[in-house]
């Protein structure tokens, strides 16, 4: 059964860098076809795509974020990171990772299977 | 477009058929996925692809799409159904980027 695992600092200042990591247990972050995930919901609201790493390296970012997100992977330690810059008080959300297997499910198939629990990061001085 | 519109909020008598609706030009392209959101916990998959449900997912779940429309059909409603559904299919761009729907708080009563 594979399960992920958000971790990372709770509170971060304004203008400083918000960096999570997303540990997969159960399977391997290189295995072909899957799309590392990460997704935030702020506060009494929706959800919201920030942006995908798939096996092969190549990323892709919500264009609204795009200039201050970085997401990469770490196959010895089998987890993924989220980097994003310059934050401010509306970058305060709970942060989720997930798995996508569009890259190996049926054509126009794409959908987050498993996800973590979820942590908030508040934006705060 | 990479907008997916839902209705902000649906309700239904315990134990009627609820459709919640999920509209956008990605949908004549790619198949909506939906999602479960109960208070305090992370998304669940219920639906995925034409209309396939994971293991675990009740089989009054089903999902349609007609056109640049997806629907998540509940049958039978449960008051454990009480939730925020979300729909997500990648944007019609072709740049295989994601998004989701504002998502429909659903009541049952």
């Known amino acids: 059964q594979v399960q992920l695992q958000e971790s990372g600092p709770g509170l971060v200042k304004p203008s400083q860098t918000l960096s999570l990591t997303c540990t997969v247990s159960g399977g391997s972050i290189s295995s072909v076809g899957y799309y590392w995930t990460w997704i935030r919901q702020h506060p009494g609201k929706g959800l919201e795509w920030i942006g995908y790493?798939?096996?092969?390296?190549?990323?892709f970012y919500n264009p609204s974020l795009k200039s201050r997100v970085t997401i990469s992977v770490d196959t010895s330690k089998n987890h993924f990171s989220l980097k994003l810059s310059s934050v401010t008080a509306a970058d305060t959300a709970v942060y989720y990772c997930a798995r996508d297997p569009g890259g190996i499910a049926a054509a126009g198939e794409y959908y987050f299977d498993y996800w973590g629990p979820g942590t908030l990061v508040t934006v705060s001085s | 477009s990479s907008e997916l519109t839902q209705d902000p909020a649906v309700s239904v008598a315990l134990g009627q058929t609820v459709r919640i609706t999920c509209q956008g030009d990605s949908l004549r392209t790619y198949y909506a996925s939906w999602y479960q959101q109960k208070p305090g916990q992370a998304p669940v998959l219920v639906i995925y692809?034409?209309?396939n449900r994971p293991s675990g997912i009740p089989d009054r779940f089903s999902g349609s799409t007609s056109g640049n429309t997806a629907s998540l059909t509940i049958a039978g409603a449960q008051a454990e159904d009480e939730a925020d559904y979300y729909c997500n299919s990648r944007d019609s761009s072709g740049n295989h980027l994601s998004v989701f729907g504002g998502g429909t708080k659903l009541t049952v009563l």
């Open positions: 692809g034409k209309n």
């Open positions: 790493i798939y096996y092969s390296g190549s990323t």
